[in-house]
Every structure is written in C-alpha cells, then in structure tokens.
C-alpha cells in the first residue's frame, strides 16, 4: 500500500513518515478509526515505510502482501477446532488487495459467516509467539498487524497481553480497531493511541473527481452521503447504474400506498412489488432500502424548509417531490424508518425475503397517511 492510494489524511500521513525518519517509532501502536477511513491502508502503509528505510528493495513486497515479515492477525470462526487466521490468509488476502478498506461486514459475507461469530482466538495468539521467535527473513524488523484487535475474546487478549508486554526483538505491533470499549484496558496502556478522523469531504470529492467519472450532482451526493468513509462511498459508485431502477420503483411503491387508502385492491400489487424485490441478491436489496430511507429524509428536510440540504430529488416520471415531501413529518417519520432498519436487520439474518418486503410495503403504506 503506498501513501497516495489513501484517500486524504494527508496530515496523519505526514506525521507517522515524521516517526519512522525520526526514530519515534512505538513498538506497540493502535489504529483507531472506522474501517473506511483508512486504518488499514495507512497501517500498511506506515509498514512499507518502516521496511523501505531498512532495506527499499524488499519493501516493495507489502503491495502483494508477500513480505515475509509482515504479519496479519484477524478475526474467524473455527474451523476443525482450530482458530488460526492462517486457514483463512488466501481469502483475507484478496480482500485486502481488493479494497483495503474492507470492514467486518465485507469480510463476514466473504466468509459467508453470517450467522458465526468471527472472533480472534487464543490458539491465534500462540501461533504468533511461535512465528515471531523465529529471526527477520530480511534481516530488519518483523511486523503484526492486528485487524479488528477489538475482535479478541478475553483468553486470547490475555495472552496477547504477555505478548505486548515481553515483544521479541525487532517487532513491532500495530492493532487496528473501530474503537476501544471491547479492548483490555491494560492493552490500551501498553499502546501509543492514533486516532484516524473521517475523511475531509474536500478530500473525497478530489480523489473521486480524479479517479472516477462521475457526474457533478453523483459526486456532491457520494461525498454527502459517504460522510467521510471511502468504503461507503465505493459503495456508492457501485449503485450509480441501480439509481434509475430504484427510483422507479420508489415511485411505484408511494403511488401504489396513497391508493390503498381508498382502495384496499390495490394492496395485490404492493404484494407483487415486493416479490419483485426478492428476487434481487441480498446486497442490492439492502441498498435498496438504504435508498428508501434516504428518500424519506430529504422527504422530510424539504416538508420544513430545509432545501439548501436537499441534495437529490426526485422529479421523472410525473413524480410530484414537493406534494409528496408534505406527507414525511414528524409524526411518522421515526416509525418509517425503524421500519426500514427492521427490514435490513431481518434480511441481514436470511429472513424470507418476501415477507419481508411485503410486511414493509403494507406497513409504510399506513405509516404515509399518518396526520402531521
């Protein structure tokens, strides 16, 4: 990973080049920050620097993660009674150079581990101790990087606790995690704390402007919505060609609602948008509810005069935005969208798709005609 693949962080950057050229680098340091925001990149990238400074030849071996000092640890679930992150370094691996900002979602759907617990195990922490025993391949400092440290149960946090404690020569560890409240607090004392901030929306739009086409009203809704995570905002562009589909069948869905009212026959054809819906992978269909609830909140920032943050509206097919904004307030606001999150959780737990989207087309549609 090289520091201009990272999504701004410019001054983070300069500071930890600043550690490493001034020999202030910390054995034991942790990464703090959500996955989008660059704590693994910039992990690796502060890794590749501290091996370019001992011997540049070998360093370039980080960008294929095949430098044989470099050590990852992460979360898994067990397998054959066995816990070790080495069962599962291939698919890691290709995560990783895929898209190093991956999180726990994107790796628990890699594994297809949906419904197991993936945890950092004690058997992990002693193959580490074996590992690191064994002297440097190139000669300079051996490396661990521990993704998702907070992931550790407390029999492996123990014993990693030792490990901190009494490193063998020339190692250096950098821990990784979203926040600190599932870590030991004797592990938190043992390490020099790096905060990694959101990512500058000025940052985003330069870096998306630079490498992906997109147009100028797509990029001001990415960045917005994105809210400085680079993972979201990937995520985003993969649901640029999908906005038109979903729109439609937003529309589709509001229409048909604000018929049921006076006509109940109608209810058949949410029963049949529903289906429609299911049918899609579960990933497209949980980002066709983050869109539905995106909707009902700028929805609801234009029903109370708030139109400066109204960044997208929906104006095709004789959609009226305005007349519609009027029916989103207050009163049934809150109920919508714990409808929607209701809906995600289930889906996010193999639920019957189709009930699910059933279930939410007819309680939205009674939720739209609730009084201000």
């Known amino acids: 990973m090289n520091w201009e693949q990272i999504v701004g962080q410019e001054k983070l950057k300069n500071l930890l080049k600043e550690s490493i050229y001034n020999n202030r680098v910390g054995h034991a340091q942790l990464f703090i920050g959500k996955a989008g925001y660059g704590t693994l990149p910039l992990a690796m990238a502060f890794a590749k620097e501290i091996f370019h400074k001992e011997n540049e030849h070998s360093s370039t071996k980080v960008e294929h993660l095949n430098h044989l000092d470099l ?14 992150a080495d069962n599962f370094r291939e698919n890691f691996r290709e995560m990783i150079l895929e898209n190093p900002y991956a999180n726990n979602e994107d790796w628990s759907r890699i594994l297809e581990s949906e419904n197991k617990q993936l945890t950092i195990y004690a058997d992990e922490i002693d193959e580490l101790n074996k590992k690191f025993a064994l002297k440097s391949f190139e000669g300079g400092s051996k490396i661990l990087i521990v993704w998702q440290a907070d992931k550790m149960n407390i029999s492996a946090a123990n014993k990693f606790l030792k490990f901190l404690e009494e490193p063998p020569k020339d190692t250096i560890i950098i821990l990784t995690a979203e926040n600190i409240d599932n870590i030991l607090p004797t592990i938190l004392s043992r390490t020099q704390l790096v905060e990694i901030p959101r990512i500058q929306d000025e ?3 330069t870096f998306l402007s630079k490498n992906h086409g997109v147009s100028e009203e797509k990029l001001k809704e990415i960045v ?12 985003l562009l993969l649901t640029e060609n999908t906005d038109s589909e979903f729109e439609q069948l937003f529309i589709n869905w509001v229409r048909e609602a604000f018929q049921v009212k006076k006509k109940p026959e109608f209810l058949k054809n949410i029963v049949f948008w529903g289906r429609n819906i299911a049918s ?7 980002s066709f509810l983050d869109y539905c609830a995106e909707m009902f909140r700028l929805a609801l920032l234009q029903n109370y005069g708030s139109e400066t943050l109204v960044y997208k509206k929906i104006d095709s097919g004789g959609f009226k935005w305005e007349s519609f904004s009027k029916f989103i307030h207050g009163a049934n606001i809150e109920a919508i969208l714990e409808e929607i999150s209701a809906a995600d959780y289930h889906l996010e737990r193999n639920a019957n798709s189709k009930i699910v989207w059933t279930d939410l087309g007819i309680k939205l549609s009674r939720y739209i005609h609730k009084s201000a």
């Open 280 to 286: 899609w992978n579960r990933e497209k269909q949980k």
């Open 203 to 205: 940052d985003l739009e």
């Open 71 to 84: 050590h990852f640890s992460f979360p898994v679930f067990k397998e054959k009674n066995s816990g070790l």
């Open 224 to 235: 917005f919505q994105s809210q400085g995570n680079w993972n979201a905002a990937q995520k």
